[in-house]
């Protein structure tokens, strides 16, 4: 068992089953054996893949949007560039090397990392001494300074922690994770039980609150919710806009897509905590009505493919393959049919912008 695994343990045994949110956060965010505290989980040799390293293209579209939004701004100078969970720093690399190519974005860029891992920072340190623009990191939104900014994200809320619920037959009560019964002893697992008491149901949105047949869970994402509000809050306040890329739905329902993934397999959620990455599919709906509450309007969500295209990914890789060998032009195929194909990630995963009232961006600005 690992270190992160007693130290749960001793939480349980102390205070009693803890929320399927306490559990992600410790498995994820604990200061010293958090999954992504101590390692860069990203890549082949890694546990999983993300858009902006399979190919160059996907950053390059994110930075000509970034370059075509600041335009529409009115070229604001300084203009907050912020990336919220940046893994490697690859997008934003990508990314300001296209945008570059509009003049005079270079000087008006101040660089945000948002990134709590130490060790993630260090590869976005690395990765972006290329750019010759060297980032502010924070460690939570609210730290970036004031002014007008465009705020990126790519699948940052599906690593953030939920509370599912359970409907029961008398109402919802909150998933747990306890300890097992192994016979009287301490237990040697975790697993999942109820919270006693009912929940005040009003956290389950009213057209699944009735529904719901027992056993459905719900999946309730306060803290993306309220990282949400914040970034829409500035949005709205500073000028600017805010662009995601996730996995997820586009409205809300019932269904557990809590999964732990290890070595790019899926893995049991409860068995190695601090050692497998936790994710989930993310509830746009919820997302939007967060953004909506700060006063912001919100475009999308629309099918990643679909998005990448309007912004002319087709051109780009074109472009690209005029100067490349017939074993690279293989690759760029490969890597925009699995970031556009609706059987690769052009479906599941969906994008949303984030604007003041009124104010359009790219592709939904034609
Ligand atoms: C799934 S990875 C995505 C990385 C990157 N955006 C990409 O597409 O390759 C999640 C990222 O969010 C960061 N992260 C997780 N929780 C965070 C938090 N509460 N605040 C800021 N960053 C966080 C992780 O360290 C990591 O950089």
Redesign the pocket.
């Known amino acids: 068992m690992s270190d992160l695994f007693d130290i749960i343990k001793a939480e349980i045994t102390a205070d009693g089953p803890i929320s399927v949110a306490r559990y992600m956060d410790l498995a994820?965010?604990h200061p010293e054996h958090g999954y992504?505290?101590k390692q860069d989980?990203?890549g082949e040799d890694g546990d999983?893949?993300?858009?902006?390293?399979i190919s160059q293209m996907f950053g390059e579209m994110v930075g000509l949007w970034a370059a075509v939004v600041w335009q529409a701004m009115g070229q604001p100078d300084p203009l907050n560039v912020v990336?919220?969970?940046?893994?490697?720093g690859?997008?934003m690399a990508d990314a300001l090397r296209a945008a570059y190519a509009m003049d005079d974005f270079d000087d008006a860029v101040r660089l945000w990392m948002?990134?709590?891992?130490p060790?993630?920072r260090a590869k976005q340190k690395a990765t972006l001494a290329q750019t010759l623009m060297m980032p502010a990191w924070r460690?939570?939104?609210e730290e970036v300074g004031s002014g007008p900014l465009v705020v990126i994200?790519?699948?940052?809320f599906?690593?953030?922690p939920v509370h599912q619920y359970e409907r029961c037959d008398d109402g919802w009560r909150e998933r747990l994770v306890g300890l097992n019964d192994d016979g009287g002893k301490d237990g040697d697992k975790f697993e999942y039980c109820l919270s006693e008491q009912l929940i005040d149901s009003c956290v389950i949105p009213q057209d699944l609150r009735n529904s719901t047949p027992p056993g459905g869970i719900f999946e309730h994402q306060p803290?993306s919710a309220e990282?949400m509000r914040q970034i829409a809050k500035r949005v709205v306040e500073h000028g600017g806009a805010a662009l995601f890329?996730d996995y997820g739905h586009g409205k809300h329902g019932i269904g557990e897509t809590l999964q732990a993934v290890k070595g790019h397999a899926f893995s049991d959620v409860l068995a190695n905590p601090g050692n497998a990455?936790l994710?989930t599919h993310v509830d746009f709906e919820q997302l939007m009505i967060a953004a909506r509450e700060a006063g912001a309007e919100v475009l999308g969500p629309v099918p990643q493919g679909a998005f990448l295209e309007r912004l002319g990914m087709r051109q780009r890789a074109d472009t690209l393959m005029m100067n490349a060998s017939q074993e690279q032009m293989a690759e760029i195929d490969a890597a925009y049919a699995r970031l556009t194909d609706a059987d690769q990630m052009g479906t599941l995963f969906k994008v949303i912008a984030v604007v003041p009232p009124g104010f359009d961006v790219p592709p939904w600005a034609e």
Do not use: C, M, Q, W
């Not at 948002?114 to 891992?117: D, G, P």
């Open positions: 994820l965010a992504y505290k989980p990203l999983f893949t993300t858009a902006p390293e990336e919220v969970g940046p893994g490697r690859t997008l948002v990134e709590t891992s060790a993630l460690d939570r939104f994200g790519n699948e940052f599906d690593a953030l803290v990282i890329f990455d994710t």
